[in-house]
C-alpha cells in the first residue's frame, strides 16, 4: 500500500447519483448523501473521513439534484482535489454503470469506493487502508440480514465467494457496508468487465457487485476485511434515517 502511495495514490469514489426514493419525502428537494445526521450532512462526514486518512483525491458520481451537491463540496472544501462526473441516465441506471464512468479518472490507480448514503467511523476506513488486501469488502458479522443487505460468503482462506442481496441469510458471513478498497490491478479487470457489462441495456440496472462477482468467478481474489464492532449505518429508509440518529453523536466526527 505504502509503495502504491508514493506512484500511484489511492483514490476515492463516491457514488451520489441516486434518486433516494425509498427515503422520500426528505430527498424530494435534498439528495441523500446532503440529509444531515446530527446536524451534519452525510456527505460531509465522508469527506472528513477520507481527508483525515490521507486521501486527497476523489471523484464524485452525480445525478439526481447535482447542483445542490456540487454547491455544497465547492462551498465546505473548496480546496478539494474532485472530479465531478454526471451521470445522465441515474434515473434508468444503477450502481454499475455509476462506476463504470470514473475509469478514466482513476487512471492507473487503486481505489476505494464508497456508496454515498453510508456513515461510518473513521477507524473502518483506516483499517482498511492499512489491511494487506488488495481487495476487499468491509463486512459486519453482527447485523440482521434481510432482503435488502448485501450478504457475504466467504471460504476457508477469508476469500469472498458471493456477495449479493440475493445470497441465502443462512449461508452468509455477514453483510458488506458499501465501502471497498480495489488494487489498480483488479481496476483495469473490473472497468473492463463493467463495460462489457453495460455494452447489453439489461444490464444497466445491475449494481456493481454484479461485477465483481464475474471477476471473483475469473480468479480474481477479493477478502473480507471484519469491522465488527465498528459504528456505521447504511441510510435507505426512514427508520435508517431516525436509528442514524440515535447511534451518532455530534463529537464523534470532532
Not at 450532512?41 to 483525515?52: G, Q, S, V
Not at 445542490?68 to 444503477?94: G, R, W
Not at 455509476?98 to 479518472?105: A, G, H, N, Q
Not at 489498480?184 to 453495460?198: G, Q, V
Request: with cysteine; glycine share 4%.
Amino acid at each position: 500500500m505504502n509503495k502504491n502511495k508514493q506512484n500511484h495514490p489511492i483514490k476515492a469514489i463516491i457514488l451520489a447519483a441516486g434518486v433516494g426514493s425509498r427515503i422520500r419525502p426528505l430527498t424530494d428537494n435534498c439528495p441523500k448523501s446532503l440529509l444531515k445526521v446530527k446536524d451534519k450532512p452525510i456527505l460531509e462526514m465522508m469527506i472528513n473521513n477520507i481527508l483525515d486518512c490521507g486521501i486527497t483525491e476523489v471523484i464524485l458520481v452525480l445525478g439526481y439534484l447535482q447542483e445542490q451537491i456540487k454547491a455544497f463540496v465547492s462551498d465546505k472544501f473548496p480546496d478539494l482535489d474532485v472530479i465531478y462526473l454526471v451521470n445522465e441516465s441515474f434515473a434508468d441506471t444503477n450502481t454499475g454503470y455509476s462506476l463504470m464512468l470514473t475509469e478514466k479518472y482513476v487512471g492507473n490507480s487503486a481505489f476505494i469506493k464508497f456508496d454515498a448514503d453510508v456513515v461510518f467511523d473513521k477507524n473502518i476506513l483506516e483499517n482498511l487502508i492499512a489491511s494487506d488486501y488488495e481487495n476487499c469488502f468491509c463486512i459486519d458479522k453482527n447485523i440482521q440480514l434481510d432482503a435488502e443487505e448485501v450478504k457475504v460468503i466467504i471460504n476457508e482462506n477469508n476469500q469472498v465467494v458471493k456477495a449479493n442481496k440475493s445470497v441465502d441469510p443462512i449461508k452468509a458471513i455477514g453483510e458488506s457496508i458499501g465501502i471497498e478498497k480495489i488494487s489498480k490491478t483488479t481496476a483495469i479487470k473490473l472497468f473492463s468487465e463493467l463495460r462489457l457489462m453495460m455494452e447489453d441495456e439489461s444490464n444497466h440496472q445491475e449494481y456493481y457487485e454484479e461485477a465483481y462477482e464475474r471477476l471473483i468467478e475469473q480468479q480474481v481474489p477479493f477478502y473480507a476485511l471484519d469491522i465488527t464492532g465498528s459504528k456505521w449505518i447504511e441510510i435507505d429508509t426512514l427508520e435508517d434515517f431516525s436509528e442514524a440518529a440515535k447511534i451518532y453523536v455530534n463529537d464523534i466526527y470532532h
